[in-house]
Nanobody, 124 residues
Framework: QVQLVESGGGLVQAGGSLRLSCAASGRTFNNYVMGWFRQAPGKEREFVAA????????WYADSMKGRFTISRDNAKITVSLQMNTLNPEDTAVYYC?????????????????WGQGTQVTVSS
């Protein structure tokens, strides 16, 4: 069974940075796509970024390009999200997700496994 455990959330001032990590276990992830989504109160879950495990290809939501960077560590089997220049609109619960197909997707329902989420709060 795939397990995803996020860490690294917290409270940060506007303009600051945070690094989220997702520890993955239970499978070999070579043919997976790993993604980050976020959900703010009263809003739908929103795609943030994703990475294809086997070749490291990445893609981002337009509003995150240039501020967020997704990466993976093959040895530690973790996926990280470096978030810079944060603003209050980035406040949300951030979720790690895994898709059991090697094709890109920005749609939450196309991901098969989810972590429990980690809260990110950006103060103004």
């Amino acid at each position: 069974q795939v397990q995803l455990v996020e860490s690294g959330g917290g409270l940060v001032q506007a303009g600051g940075s945070l690094r989220l990590s997702c520890a993955a276990s239970g499978r070999t992830f070579n043919n997976y796509v790993m993604g980050w989504f976020r959900q703010a109160p009263g809003k739908e879950r929103e795609f943030v970024a994703a990475i294809r495990w086997n070749d490291g290809s990445t893609w981002y939501a337009d509003s995150m390009k240039g501020r967020f960077t997704i990466s993976r560590d093959n040895a530690k089997i973790t996926v990280s999200l470096q978030m810079n220049t944060l603003n209050p609109e980035d406040t949300a619960v951030y979720y790690c997700a895994a898709r059991n197909r090697p094709w890109r997707s920005t749609i939450a329902s196309e991901y098969d496994y989810w972590g429990q989420g980690t809260q990110v709060t950006v103060s103004s």
